[in-house]
């Protein structure tokens, strides 16, 4: 498994046989090596923009800011009143072998803390990826994702976290 491209550098590339590198066909048959299956490419990822809720401020008690990953649309619930501001979905870029079937993962939670200490934590992480999510033939694929901000009350501060996502070829 590669995890935020930590171990792209190990992996080695091979080349492909000439006479295959005309038949976009047989491209899916080709994300793979004939040694032990290895790809050909190591995978990537890069994150093209961080997630960002917007402000919120607290009244009596807690609530949930949460972030569609797919349309971009932000709501908010509970004791919380939007102070506006810019949200935007998280985006990132997977580059690899073209034409091959990736796994993304994302966490269930992501622990957050402001800079006055205090912890709040993203839940219900999602991701605008199709069911069977496939490189295209530049062996590329992009996705946004988004997630629900939970606070319990009381919490302040300007909040960060990192987001763990991780990509391994199917």
Do not use: W
Request: one cysteine or more; hydrophobic letters at 40%.
């Amino acid at each position: 498994m590669i995890r935020n491209s930590l171990l792209a550098g190990l992996l080695l590339a091979a080349p492909i046989p000439l006479a295959a590198e005309s038949c976009r066909l047989c491209a899916p048959a080709l994300d793979r090596l004939s040694q032990g299956g290895r790809p050909a490419v190591p995978l990537h990822i890069e994150i093209e923009t961080a997630l960002d809720l917007g402000r919120v401020a607290q009244g009596a008690g807690g609530g949930a800011v949460e972030l569609d990953a797919r349309s971009g649309a932000r709501r908010v619930a509970g004791g919380l009143a939007d102070l506006g501001g810019m949200a935007l979905t998280g985006s990132a870029r997977v580059t690899g072998t073209p034409f091959a079937r990736v796994r993304i993962d994302l966490p269930v939670r992501v622990r957050l803390q402001s800079t006055m200490g205090d912890v709040a934590e993203v839940v219900q992480m999602e991701s605008s990826l199709p069911d069977a999510p496939t490189l295209n033939e530049n062996g590329e694929l992009r996705f946004t994702f988004g997630g629900k901000l939970l606070l319990k009350g009381g919490e302040s501060g300007t909040f960060r976290g990192s987001v763990p996502i991780s990509a391994e070829y199917e």
